[in-house]
C-alpha cells in the first residue's frame, strides 16, 4: 500500500529552528510537495521537491533523499504566524497525489 | 479576487437530503478536483477532471456525482446524505495534470454538517 508518515504534533519556541519529517512509500515517485494549512483555511502551496537536495525559498527550505523515501521542511526564525499543519504530499507514478495527515505546528512565545 | 471560489461555506443539512457544492477558477486551468478532508485530517482525493474530461474517479459512492459545465466549473452533488458524509470538502485546480510541479491551488472548502 501507499503510506505517507509525519509527526502528528511539533511544539517549538518563536525564533528557532524547526524541522518536520516525512518518510514515504509509494507506487512510483514523481515529486513531492510540502503544503501549509492554518486551522479552518485552505492548504496553501510551500514547495515541490522531485530532485535530491535542498531547495530554499526565504525561512523555508525542503529537502529530499530518493533513496531514502525521506523529504523534511525546514523552518527557521519561526513567527506564531507559523502555528499550523503542514503537509506532505507524494505524486506517485500515476500522478496521483497521496496526502499524509499533516504535522500540527504550535509555536510558543 | 478569488482565484478559486466555493459555495456555500457553511452547509448544515439532515439525512437522506441532496445537496450541491459549487466551485468556480478563474485561474484558466485545465484541471479541478475534489477532495475531502475527513476528521484526522487526511485528503483524500475523490475526483479529477481534466478540459471537462473525468480522469480520476476515487471509490466514493455513486452518491456523489460530479458535473463539469465547462472547465472554468466543477460542481459536486450529492445524493441522500448520510451521517458519515460530514467532513471538508475542498475544491482545487491546477494549470495541467499534477505533474512537473504544477501547484494545486485550494478553495476555502466547504464544511458539511450531516444530522
Known amino acids: ?50 530532485l535530491d537536495g535542498l531547495e530554499e525559498k526565504g525561512r523555508f527550505s525542503s529537502f529530499l533523499s530518493r533513496s531514502k523515501g525521506y523529504s523534511y521542511l525546514l523552518l527557521k526564525e519561526l513567527q506564531m504566524k507559523d502555528s499550523a499543519s503542514y503537509l506532505c504530499a507524494v505524486l506517485d507514478s500515476n500522478y496521483q497525489l497521496i496526502w499524509g495527515a499533516g504535522t500540527k505546528l504550535i509555536i510558543k512565545p | 479576487d478569488t482565484a478559486v471560489s466555493q459555495t456555500p461555506k457553511y452547509l448544515v443539512t439532515q439525512m437522506g437530503n441532496d445537496k450541491s457544492i459549487k466551485c468556480e477558477q478563474n485561474l484558466g486551468h485545465d484541471t479541478m478536483y475534489w477532495y475531502k478532508q475527513d476528521s484526522k485530517k487526511f485528503l483524500k482525493i475523490m475526483f479529477s477532471y481534466n478540459n471537462k474530461e473525468l480522469i480520476i474517479n476515487e471509490t466514493v459512492p455513486n452518491r456523489f456525482s460530479p458535473k463539469s459545465p465547462d472547465k472554468a466549473h466543477l460542481n459536486l452533488h450529492i445524493n441522500s446524505l448520510e451521517l458519515g458524509d460530514s467532513a471538508v470538502y475542498f475544491c482545487a485546480s491546477s494549470l495541467g495534470l499534477a505533474d512537473s510541479g504544477n501547484t494545486i491551488y485550494f478553495g476555502e472548502g466547504s464544511w458539511l454538517t450531516v444530522v
Not at chain 1, 517549538?12 to 518518510?23: H, M, R, S
Request: with cysteine; glycine share 10%; net charge negative.
Open chain 1, 1 to 50: 500500500g501507499q503510506n505517507i508518515d509525519q509527526p502528528t504534533e511539533m511544539t517549538a519556541t518563536e525564533g528557532a529552528i524547526v524541522q518536520i519529517n516525512c518518510t514515504y512509500q509509494t507506487s512510483g515517485f514523481n515529486g513531492l510537495f510540502w503544503y501549509q494549512q492554518h486551522a479552518g483555511e485552505a492548504p496553501t502551496f510551500l514547495s515541490y521537491n522531485v
